[in-house]
């Protein structure tokens, strides 16, 4: 392993690929092969917990409701541990480090959920995934912005390319995985555990090629840099008072403990908040009071700082609430759209259907694997001759995706119908995102870019509109029933909207939060933001949960147009709110 001590200069564009540095390539795969394992497992986790315990690929049997709470809950944590991993790297061992013990505790999560000898390993792998993506999510960005510190004007692009990255291994982790857990053939163990070949892929040729960052998130020095950007109307510091410190805690340890007892308490049927008081279950009680501690001090150090600072917190906050009913909409995608696609969609084709598919599969699955293909060589001319381990390693793994691709197109060529895995309309939004994310960037660019509230009520409203054609296409299956078989056209249309709503929000949010508030804030704004969409998550699997008991009692129709209209009117009460928020915005656009 080559390193570099802390005096050595970081010299990192002297050695470019496609006009960056050659590290911020290894961080894209790096990131790809994490985003591969994750969205793998997702896509596969409630199929698989919710397929019969008997049949040619067995799973669980368990109720729609068990599933998505154990998804939800899984979601959740995993953007709430972020905020903790990103702290003990930042003090204590290092972005480095935390990304390589990050990505071990990912692997054996992985290889955990492969083992079928026993539930216990279903549920020690989800653990180690969460603290695993703790370690890791936070601290991959972080080197990049520390990579680009003497070169801002190239940031934009590097996170640009880091984001395709994102969205390859999501789009390869969802194909693939997917195909494989679903086969008859292979089945759930298989798909889990390929994911986990891919991280431990990634965790290997990040530790064997990491020398490539110079001293770039080795353990941290005790530095502390003053925030020249600040202004006197914001540089009131607020440090936490003991107070404040332990509503925290409290609010910490009941948000905890009731995102984990509530899939607990509905499969086992254990709870530990097994009481009433006033009629009001234990749970809803407990919940309700970590909500009102938290708006408590929430207003209370708002309330301490400088107007002009209190405002723009108000706007993040107002975003982040907006954020938070995006999420909770937006992952239906692994929980019951994926159902939906599973149970209620045509899939089984022949004839010219088969033929198109099948020749629509292969151009989106091969041309892009040849793109990134011919980055990784870009990366080998570059980086081979210092590098030649972690290169071989990250070889190895497109040569095992390269068969997989092929095994599994000849295999869709040779059937007389095919039947499209239920896991591949996910992988809609990865390439939804990768051709659209381009124009909508440009918009933003141009002359008529909107203010934010104008960019969140668009998508919003866009995500509205994509559960309406949902709840449209769903409009034929009659109350209650367990399968149907609609177009897959309809599916489709939706994460199309999706993709359009996510690309208006989600990375629109991220910007302005690092706008509004000074540098020695942002993390503290950050961890908000994430909590914001990891309720969000938790929020998607709860409401995910009640697909059956509103279909039996209503329609699945009706089930949708709760998505459709919610995200709807928020849209337009946001922009609404225009005038108000450019007011506590205070200029900035």
Not at 101 to 121: C, K, P, Q, R, Y
Not at 357 to 377: D, H, K
Request: hydrophobic content about 50%; overall charge positive.
């Amino acid at each position: 392993m080559n390193t570099q001590s802390l005096d050595t200069p970081n010299n990192f564009f002297e050695n470019k690929v496609i006009g960056h540095p050659a590290g911020l390539f290894v961080l894209f795969f790096t990131e790809m092969w994490e985003r591969f394992s994750y969205y793998g497992m997702r896509a596969l986790l409630v199929l698989f917990l919710t397929s019969s315990l008997i049949g040619e690929n067995a799973g669980w049997g368990w109720p729609r409701e068990y599933a998505l709470a154990i998804y939800g809950s899984y979601t959740g944590l995993a953007y709430l541990t972020p905020i903790l991993g990103g702290y003990i790297a930042d003090r204590i061992i290092g972005y480095r480090w935390a990304v390589i013990v990050g990505a071990l505790l990912m692997t054996l999560g992985h290889l955990s959920m492969a083992i079928e000898i026993d539930h216990s390993f279903m549920y020690l792998g989800l653990c180690l995934l969460v603290l695993g993506n703790g370690f890791f999510k936070p601290n991959m960005t972080s080197i990049i912005a520390q990579m680009y510190k003497q070169h801002p004007e190239k940031k934009d692009g590097a996170y640009t390319i880091f984001y395709m990255g994102v969205n390859a291994g999501a789009f390869l982790g969802m194909l693939l995985c997917g195909y494989i857990g679903e086969n008859k053939d292979w089945g759930w163990a298989y798909g889990f555990g390929l994911a986990g070949i891919f991280m431990f892929i990634g965790m290997l040729q990040f530790y064997f090629t990491q020398g490539i960052f110079g001293n770039i998130g080795l353990k941290p020095l005790k530095t502390e840099e003053k925030d020249l950007t600040e202004t006197p109307d914001e540089a009131t510091r607020n440090p936490f008072s003991k107070f404040d410190l332990i509503v925290i805690g409290l609010i910490a340890v009941i948000g905890l403990s009731w995102i984990i007892n509530d899939p607990v308490s509905k499969i086992t049927s254990m709870s530990i908040f097994n009481f009433q008081v006033a009629g009001i279950a234990g749970s809803n009680l407990m919940i309700v009071i970590a909500l009102v501690l938290f708006l408590f001090i929430l207003v209370k150090r708002i309330s301490q700082y400088t107007p002009v600072l209190r405002d723009k917190m108000i706007a993040v906050i107002i975003l982040a609430f907006i954020t938070i009913f995006f999420w909770a909409s937006f992952e239906q995608a692994g929980g019951s759209m994926t159902i939906f696609a599973k149970d209620y969609t045509q899939r089984v084709l022949t004839g010219d259907s088969k033929v198109i598919f099948n020749v629509v599969n292969t151009l989106i699955t091969v041309i892009p694997l040849m793109i990134i293909s011919y980055v990784l060589l870009k990366l080998f001319a570059k980086t081979f001759g210092k590098y030649s381990l972690g290169n071989i390693i990250l070889a190895s793994g497109f040569v095992i995706i390269w068969v997989i691709v092929i095994y599994m197109l000849k295999n869709q060529y040779s059937e007389v119908k095919s039947e499209v895995p239920a896991t591949w309309f996910g992988i809609l939004n990865s390439l939804f995102i990768i051709s659209c994310a381009p124009i909508v960037s440009k918009l933003w660019e141009s002359k008529y870019n909107p203010s934010a509230t104008f960019k969140n009520g668009f998508g919003m409203i866009l995500l509205g509109i994509g559960f309406a054609v949902l709840a449209y296409g769903a409009s034929t299956i009659p109350q209650g029933a367990a399968v149907a078989s609609v177009s897959m056209i309809w599916l489709v249309l939706a994460y199309f909207f999706h993709t359009m709503g996510e690309l208006f929000i989600s990375p629109v949010g991220l910007s302005y939060v690092s706008k509004l508030v000074p540098g020695r804030m942002i993390a503290i704004m950050f961890g908000i933001w994430y909590l914001a969409i990891a309720i969000g998550n938790k929020i998607a699997g709860t409401m995910g949960g009640m697909i059956d008991e509103i279909t039996s009692k209503y329609s699945m129709t009706t089930f949708f147009l709760i998505f459709t209209f919610i995200p709807v009117g928020l849209g337009l009460i946001i922009m609404l709110l225009t005038p108000v928020l450019k007011r506590l915005m205070h200029g900035v656009k």
